[in-house]
């Protein structure tokens, strides 16, 4: 008999995904939570019935949502990480020898726990030295920094349930007074083909107070319509404008120095309707 795992990605589009075995379905205090084995992308983290993550795919969200800001950041030292409970961004970030701290602050200690125990090669990242993991509400968390960070990521979900504050512009400007003058953050950002009116209001809110602000993409397969973005707002370093050679120097499997510069190249139609007269 065959079992399938179905993600309603929209109104009018569904992804189904052949499961070999369901090795955890629980209810949290946050959200529904599941861990599936699937035959083509292997493991499998699903929140509220969207897939988060798969031991296949997994390199190319994770390395681009943190080799991108931080190869912008000349020296990125204090690394604070909102959600991304599952550690795939931590294991990322504690590959550049310039942190000294990377903090993940995760709302549902499940996740972390569940990744633990079904995903160690996403959670091995959490047991760096270096990182330290806050059970807490992230949006509450940044509110209490000043100045303290070099480089936020904000891993979040899509905006439902505890994450649709994180796509808020009271959020943005906590996250600009947590950043240090030199400081940048990056948020994963939905599709560009399906989710253009979240883009375009992100985007409004970031404009209003960072003056770089910028939009880069990556192929990711198990996320709706496969091609999927992440907003950039920088108080002073432009991210075209980087090392190259610390670049090269990471052990990546999608993230390179032409990748990074090519992830901000844009679809003349997407351009045309998210930056138009830039
Ligand atoms: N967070 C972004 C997942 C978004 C997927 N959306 C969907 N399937 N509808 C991923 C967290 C990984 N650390």
């Not at 390179?256 to 679809?267: G, K, T, V």
Request: one cysteine or more; a negative charge; hydrophobic letters at 40%.
């Amino acid at each position: 008999m065959a079992f399938w795992f179905t993600e309603k990605q929209t109104e009018n589009l569904e992804l189904n995904l052949r499961v070999r075995e369901s090795l955890l379905v629980e209810r949290t205090p946050f959200q529904q939570l599941a861990v599936l084995d699937t035959y083509l992308y292997g493991r499998m983290l699903v929140l509220d019935g969207a897939v988060q993550t798969t031991e296949e795919d997994e390199f190319v969200y994770h390395e681009m949502i943190t080799h991108v800001p931080l190869i912008t950041h000349p020296q990125p030292q204090e690394v604070l990480v909102i959600g991304g409970g599952d550690g795939g961004t931590v294991r990322e970030i504690v590959k550049h020898p310039e942190v000294k701290r990377v903090r993940l602050v995760e709302i549902d200690e499940r996740v972390v726990a569940a990744a633990r125990q079904f995903l160690p090669g996403l959670s091995q990242g959490l047991d760096d030295p270096r990182a330290e993991v806050i059970i807490t509400d992230g949006a509450e968390y940044v509110r209490a920094m000043r100045g303290a960070c070099d480089v936020i990521i904000v891993d979040s979900t899509d905006p439902v349930g505890p994450a649709v504050k994180l796509f808020e512009a009271d959020f943005y400007r906590a996250v600009y007074d947590a950043l240090t003058p030199e400081g940048l953050f990056v948020a994963q950002s939905k599709s560009p083909y399906l989710d253009r009116a979240l883009i375009r209001n992100l985007l409004d809110i970031i404009r209003s107070l960072f003056p770089v602000t910028l939009l880069y993409t990556a192929a990711i397969p198990t996320y709706p319509s496969g091609f999927w973005s992440f907003v950039l707002g920088s108080k002073m370093h432009h991210p075209l404008t980087f090392d190259e050679r610390r670049a090269e120097k990471l052990d990546t499997r999608y993230y390179s120095p032409e990748i990074h510069r090519a992830a901000f190249i844009l679809p003349r139609q997407i351009r045309g309707d998210l930056f138009q007269g830039e």
